[in-house]
């Protein structure tokens, strides 16, 4: 099965910094990478799909990229609103469908 | 508008079984499949299985395999997860989300509200 570990597992950053989260897959899945944002008791929401499109209404501080087995999410400038877990999932292969482990983000 | 809503939540003893439903609107049922996925408290998430709304086809994860049951009912739109053998670490929120009619091919666009199911004895 392919793993998917992201990194880093819990950030704190300040309001107005720029975020970088990581996803790499143990191996490679094209660009058929999504990111989910959870808020605390909130169902997950998708914000990007293959790797890098953003979903309709998701702010565009909110970027993604990648290839392959590694592949990123970048806020560009962190709000309040932000705070969450962020889920990475591979999908378009063979099951399992798995997810990343989860970064949960913070303002400092 | 696309709705998921599923059903209440459970309180089941272990070794007892589930049956979470959830309820499909706003969109074509047998053009999708719905995939199902949990989260343990304060834990991730975590993928359980698929299947397509279309056939009845079925796709679950190993760890799950013997256990878990997806169905679904044409006629009222909605799609079912049981889980058999209940075990304290089964207790979770467990979601549905649409899927594609090909096992994985989508991101989950659309979620259900989540099911609350707790195994105590």
């Known amino acids: 099965d392919i793993q998917m570990t992201q990194s880093p597992s819990s950030l704190s950053a300040s309001v107005g910094d720029r975020v970088t989260i990581t996803c790499r897959a143990s191996?490679?899945?094209?660009?058929?990478l999504a990111w989910y944002q959870q808020k605390p008791g909130k169902v997950p929401k998708l914000l990007i799909y293959?790797?890098?499109t953003l979903q309709s209404g998701v702010p565009s501080r909110f970027s993604g990229s990648g290839s392959g087995t590694d592949f990123t999410l970048t806020i560009s400038s962190l709000q309040p609103e932000d705070v969450a877990t962020y889920y990475c999932q591979k999908y378009n292969s063979a099951p399992p469908y798995t997810f990343g482990q989860g970064t949960k983000l913070e303002i400092k | 508008q696309v709705q998921l809503v599923q059903s209440g939540a459970e309180v089941k003893k272990p070794g007892a079984s589930v049956k979470v439903s959830c309820k499909a609107s706003g969109y074509t049922f047998t053009s999708y499949g719905i995939s199902w996925v949990r989260q343990a408290p304060g834990q991730g998430l975590e993928w359980m299985g698929w299947?397509?709304?279309?056939?009845?086809?079925?796709n679950y994860a190993q760890k799950l395999q013997g256990r878990v049951t997806m169905t679904t009912d044409t006629s009222t739109s909605t799609a079912y997860m049981e889980l058999r053998s209940l075990r304290s670490d089964d207790t979770a929120v467990y979601y549905c989300?649409?899927?594609?009619?090909?096992?994985?091919?989508?991101?989950?666009?659309?979620w259900g509200q989540g099911t609350l199911v707790t195994v105590s004895s």
């Open positions: 989300a649409r899927d594609s009619l090909l096992v994985g091919a989508s991101p989950y666009y659309y």
């Open positions: 293959a790797a890098s």
């Open positions: 299947i397509s709304a279309y056939n009845g086809n079925t």
């Open positions: 191996q490679g899945i094209s660009n058929y």
